[in-house]
């Protein structure tokens, strides 16, 4: 078959995908119904694959349907691409560019930068998705992630770029340390009650601890509640349900409020590191490296602030 042969369908079929439906997709190509039908008819026949369970109201794709969807929305997003930087006498960002941010930090952190950047790049065609697991970039279909935590190792096909650790301390409202007084020594901290974080697979988080010679432990806390979400658990320890120890990043309005004080900043730790990723085969892209460079510049994992207090702190006298 001749490559020309292979592409025939592909934007029909990847609009059928996006649309939903026949119709919808007719109506965005300016075709019949009959013809987006046949269309796609053509391909499964071609590919001897069915893609679309059509025994339900609204078309989902079979899994070779959505494996095959993926690869042919890169390859119309990289042609588009590529049309626009012919046609422009300086490459431009253009075209769709999907991300994957983890939940919590990337509506509260990452989003914003985000937005700022799709202002600044109209023609750029953001495709944005929030999930707490550890996305394969190539398996999702990801042009670029946001990553909290994770391995050291990365590898050879992913590109990525550490933007630093987030910092850990401890919180109260100031109408529980009101009533419970406000504690000075690790121990003091231990007896009051504590507001624990629970991961996906139903464990709870330990206290990380900073120890003598800044060694760093794990201790196990009796919580006094616990919540699988991490807004959730800056709620009730706002609510006065006790102390938690959380991210800077998370809690940043509440301490600039006032609903929430920092206790015990002796007891303050790095955290998690955070890292861009993205596929190293489309680094070359413009609107890729546009980006990562945004990133690079507006996005933080920790007020600047304590991360410049950190680096004094850390430097020989």
Known sequence: MRSSERLKG???????????????????????????????????????????????????????????YQVCRRVLDEVEEIEHRLAAAEPIPSGRLSIGLPSTFGRLQALPALLEFAKQLPQVRPQISFTDRFVDLAEDGLDLAVRIGGSDSWPSSVGHS??????????????????????????????????????????????????EHSRVSRQQVEGRLIVGEAEAQVAAVEAGMGVAQLATWLVEPQISSGSLVPIMPQLAIEGLPLHIVWQKNREHSVKVQALITHLEASLRIRPETTQETTQEATQPS
């Open 162 to 211: 550490y933007l630093g650790h987030e910092e850990l301390i401890f919180c109260a409202s100031p109408g529980f340390l009101a009533r419970n007084g406000t504690p000075e020594t690790l121990e003091q901290l231990l007896e009051l009650d504590a507001v624990l974080y629970a991961r996906g697979d139903g464990s709870v988080g330990p206290w990380r601890i900073r120890g």
């Open 10 to 68: 592909l934007d029909t079929f990847v609009t059928v995908a996006d649309a939903g439906s026949f119709t919808a997709a007719a109506e965005r190509l300016s075709l019949t119904n009959s013809a987006v039908g046949k269309a796609v008819a053509r391909l499964e026949e071609r590919l001897q694959k069915q893609l679309f369970d059509r025994t339900t109201r609204r078309l989902e794709l079979t899994d070779a349907g959505h494996a095959f």
